[in-house]
T-cell receptor
Framework: DAKTTQPPSMDCAEGRAANLPCNHS???????VYWYRQIHSQGPQYIIH???NNETNEMASLIITEDRKSSTLILPHATLRDTAVYYC????????????????FGQGTTLQVKP | DSGVTQTPKHLITATGQRVTLRCSPR?????VYWYQQSLDQGLQFLIQ???????AKGNILERFSAQQFPDLHSELNLSSLELGDSALYFC?????????????FGPGTRLTVL
């Protein structure tokens, strides 16, 4: 599984966009980028995932560079409730021959949203 | 609410004891995963079951075992507990076996070994 690199911490002002970067330079062609977050010892929460096209859902947007070696998770209007640890994970996609979906978590980015 | 339930929420026990953690996956999900989160190790994958069968193993100690029952709920058994086993234990479920299936996590069980 490809390794990811994230900054250990970031701050964001409430109401502003939070842009969380992730490097995954060894990602292979059939691997997806997934983002989860964990709010204060709660169970990790799925946010979004993508392969190569930009993706958007009700929670966030995911921008993946053309070479797929990095990505950015965007929370468009951060609130205090978005304060959490954000994990970027690379894993096989739905058509992969891998028969396990285990998630390998790194240290993530602690996002602190400030009033 | 992810739809994954875990019991109990908290568990306090003594060294050398044995405990069982229970997980009910989301309705229709066939895969169950167990993860351990300790302060020094972060979130680590322990084991995966799919439709009753073990599918993948991670950093799971021999003192730990798991199973998935015909109704698809799963139990994680921890025995000969040590202080270092104190951690949050999360269960997650996904629809199938495919590597790309999204996993949904339960609220976790906090285990404290005294």
């Amino acid at each position: 599984d490809a390794k990811t690199t994230q900054p250990p911490s970031m701050d964001c002002a409430e109401g502003r966009a939070a842009n969380l970067p992730c490097n995954h330079s060894t990602i292979s062609g059939n691997e997806y980028v997934y983002w989860y977050r964990q709010i204060h010892s709660q169970g990790p929460q799925y946010i979004i995932h993508g392969l190569k096209n930009n993706e958007t859902n009700e929670m966030a947007s995911l921008i993946i560079t053309e070479d797929r070696k990095s990505s950015t998770l965007i929370l468009p209007h951060a609130t205090l409730r978005d304060t959490a640890v954000y994990y970027c994970i690379v894993r096989p996609g739905p058509y992969s021959s891998s028969n396990t979906g285990k998630l390998i978590f790194g240290q993530g980015t602690t996002l602190q949203v400030k009033p | 609410d992810s739809g994954v339930t875990q019991t109990p929420k908290h568990l306090i026990t003594a060294t050398g004891q044995r405990v069982t953690l229970r997980c009910s996956p989301r309705s229709g999900d066939l895969s169950v995963y167990w993860y351990q989160q300790s302060l020094d190790q972060g979130l680590q994958f322990l084991i995966q079951y799919y439709n009753g069968e073990e599918r993948a193993k991670g950093n799971i100690l021999e003192r730990f075992s798991a199973q998935q029952f015909p109704d698809l709920h799963s139990e994680l058994n921890l025995s000969s507990l040590e202080l270092g086993d104190s951690a949050l234990y999360f269960c997650a479920s996904s629809a199938g076996l495919a590597g790309g299936d999204t996993q949904y996590f339960g609220p976790g069980t906090r285990l404290t070994v005294l």
